[in-house]
């Protein structure tokens, strides 16, 4: 569909948990909840209003079959509603509310994700979406394989473990202002988690949620002062093979940001799911990011990592700050899979002040 | 509103275990037969690029792809990572590399194990060989782990292969385990406690006023919080219910019992439980019904008739 068809839509509001460690005390649905009232609250609208719902999660980091049905509790599901479900971070979540916005029977939608890793092994959790047959009965854990990708780059001469250590050092600075962040401020590099990946490198564990309301056309500036209008979202796969890819590149992102429209104009925000320090290095390549960027102005993953909400976290981040005024251009990215096998990128704009 | 502090959180411990049985292709067949017979395939693109492990389609065209290619049980670690502290499951209890490893004669390179003595000991471009498993099944890990070798190409380039094998594996049962903390948050901890002391309660909405039992925190058709508790029961009225033939693995109650959905004196939700203490052909909608415990029992182990008249239908009929 040409830009010029499309319906022009917006993230209109943004929401998201404090992301701990733990939340023992608090189910899905209870650590979800006041998410869901605070954009709805922020938005005028009740969950009867919405045109379609949307969510992300995963049974496997519940440990539980059809899991994301206890959390639908949290939206009012009756009388029946639109909505719909993916196994995957809730930034496919909002891709998918996003094209059921172009289709034009909703005007608005509501996208929510979350995940607690507490309950079990988030590391050993993670090798059950890998390929069963030559890969999963191995059980590399996802620090393992991050690392592998970041001893690529370094042979590549494409960075250090210096240049690594900055790459956390200065996401969880900017943490440091980020009241829902898990890791915030200087955090030590510490030893080998996988060498050549320290515990600085990697996320931290953590339970989280977020959500994000959208909506189409003159319905978003009724919603909101300054809507982040969605100029361009696409996402690309790689092959699920790790020895066919070439780890020190990202042609899935770049792709992805070449058909978002990312490179038609400068950005001054970058929003990216990177979880590990080294793939902060492939992301700016991948989308070549001007130095002056402000990368992860929130701290990014680095700073908090809830699994399947951590993606649809940077596009609510990225349209925040456009909310607020701090940005004016930002693209935000969104990955899953091991070393960034599966990548989505969105532009949004505000529109000009005057 | 009465917002009831928490009590102490619940936590057990949750396993979830699964052997899954999935069937091979023609391609994965061949590879994971070859393994067994120490012989290592690669699939053939249409650019004329050998792929080990083989997949059945070209990931860059999408193509099918079937010629099969015999590759050297030797090659080179295009990139690798210290693994220090070997997790469950993971091919060596010992420190080891994990590889990335381009066999000799392959253009892509096969995720495994590299036993070196440390990570000084471990380079991208060094040399290296399958060491295979005692006992092969026909399986990733019939390659033991990967350990360096100095030597020369255990074979030059690739040699067309048939993928015949004497009993193939057409299956392999991929085995998982996962280990959880399950902790049921802050409604449903409250319904457990409570159970304990052989009281059931439940939670009204603050909106349409509904009660739910057991709740769960939230109400599903308001989206909103719950968080006034009502005890609820104990005596209710069998709202439907179903006559059990079949007997359940592992399960001591005689067949034919009775499944009935349950509505509890001041709940707006039936929940669900066997009736014993009756004939099972003498169920029916309406009776009125009351909870049973065993000595230490931890929730009621059925409900039995409590005498009264059946409950008229008027008085259930919403919860039907
Ligand atoms: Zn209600």
Known sequence: ?354 | MTSVPSPEVLRAPLVVEFPFTRSLGPVQSAFLTGLRERTVLGVRTGDGRTLVPPVEYDPVTAEEIRDLVEVAATGTVTTWAWNHEPRRGQPLDTPFAWVLVRLDGADTALLHALDAPGPDAVRSGMRVRVRWAAERVGAITDIACFEPYEGEAAQAGTAPHTGAFDDPVTGIVAAARLDYTYAPGRAQSAYIHALSDRRTVGERCPSCRKVYVPPRGACPTCGVATAERVEVGPRGTVTTYCIVNIKAKNLDIEVPYVYAHIALDGADLALHARIAGIPYDEVRMGLRVEPVWTEGGRYPDHYRPTGEPDADYDTYKELV
């Open chain 1, 1 to 354: 569909m040409a830009p010029h068809e499309r319906r022009q839509v917006a993230v209109v509001a943004f929401g998201q948990s404090d992301h701990l460690r733990t939340t023992d005390e608090l189910s899905e649905v209870e650590m979800l909840m006041p998410v869901l009232h605070e954009v709805l609250a922020a938005t005028g609208l009740k969950t009867s209003d919405i045109g379609f719902t949307c969510s992300g999660s995963s049974d496997y980091l519940a440990g539980r079959a059809f899991s994301f049905t206890m959390a639908l509790d949290g939206v009012g599901a009756w009388p029946p509603i639109s909505e719909s479900h993916v196994e995957m971070d809730g930034a496919w979540a909002l891709y998918e509310a996003w094209v059921k916005l172009q289709t034009g029977e909703a005007d608005t939608a509501l996208v929510y994700s979350y995940g607690k890793s507490s309950p079990g092994s988030v590391r050993d959790v993670l090798t059950r979406q890998l390929d069963p047959y030559y890969v999963a009965p191995l059980w590399p854990d996802s620090v393992a394989l991050a690392a592998l990708q970041a001893q690529a780059l370094i042979d590549a001469g494409e960075t250090d473990e210096p240049a690594l250590a900055g790459v956390a050092s200065r996401s969880r600075t900017a943490a440091a202002a980020n009241p829902h962040a898990q890791l915030k401020g200087p955090v030590a590099q510490g030893e080998y988690a996988v060498r050549p990946l320290r515990t600085g490198d990697c996320p931290p564990v953590g339970d989280g949620a977020a959500a994000v309301i959208l909506a189409a056309g003159e319905r978003a500036r009724e919603l909101c002062e300054r809507p982040a209008w969605i100029r361009g979202i696409d996402h690309r796969i790689e092959a699920h093979g790790l020895g066919v890819r070439d780890l020190t590149d990202s042609p899935s992102t770049r792709l992805a940001a070449e058909r978002a429209g990312v490179f038609e104009r400068p950005v001054d925000t970058a929003e990216l799911h990177a979880p590990f320090t080294s793939q902060e290095v492939v992301l700016r390549k991948a989308l070549s990011l001007a130095d002056d960027v402000a990368v992860n102005p929130s701290g990014g993953a680095l700073a908090a990592n809830p699994m399947m909400a951590a993606g649809l976290i940077r596009i609510g981040e990225a349209a925040a700050r456009i909310h607020r005024g701090d940005s004016d251009r930002a693209v935000a990215h969104a990955t899953s899979g091991p070393c960034l096998q599966q990548n989505l990128v969105a532009v949004l704009e505000g529109e000009t002040r005057v």
